[in-house]
């Protein structure tokens, strides 16, 4: 079992920045695609970024050019820096990892989210 927890939410003013953090443990043999989803109340829970182990990059179009994601490797960790925060980035974010075992048994994990709110 892996298990993901993100830190780094709260509130914030429009226009503004935060950053969220996503660490995973438990029995790791390698973890591939990690990411950041996001739903807001009463919609589909949405790609918001995702980067790969070996540092490839997706973002959703509404972030482009406000977020990055990156990644270190060594501490299983995921980062989403978020700058020129909007209302409409207001959400739950989730963190999700591609976890691959020795057996080659793929398996999909999730963290359990952190709110981000950005007041107008």
């Known amino acids: 079992q892996v298990q993901l927890v993100e830190s780094g939410g709260g509130l914030v003013q429009a226009g503004g920045s935060l950053r969220l953090s996503c660490t995973a443990s438990?029995?790791?043999?390698?973890?591939?695609?990690m990411g950041w989803y996001r739903q807001a109340p009463g919609k589909q829970r949405e790609l918001v970024a995702a980067i790969t182990s070996g540092g490839d990059t997706n973002y959703a179009d509404s972030v482009k050019g406000r977020f990055t994601i990156s990644r270190d490797n060594a501490k299983n960790t995921v980062y989403l820096q978020m700058n020129s925060l909007k209302p409409e980035d207001t959400a739950v974010y989730y963190c999700?990892?591609?976890?691959?075992?020795?057996?080659?048994?793929?398996?999909?994990?999730w963290g359990q989210g952190t709110q981000v709110t950005v007041s107008s």
């Open positions: 438990g029995s790791i043999f390698s973890i591939e695609t």
């Open positions: 999700n990892a591609d976890h691959v075992s020795r057996w080659y048994r793929r398996t999909t994990y």
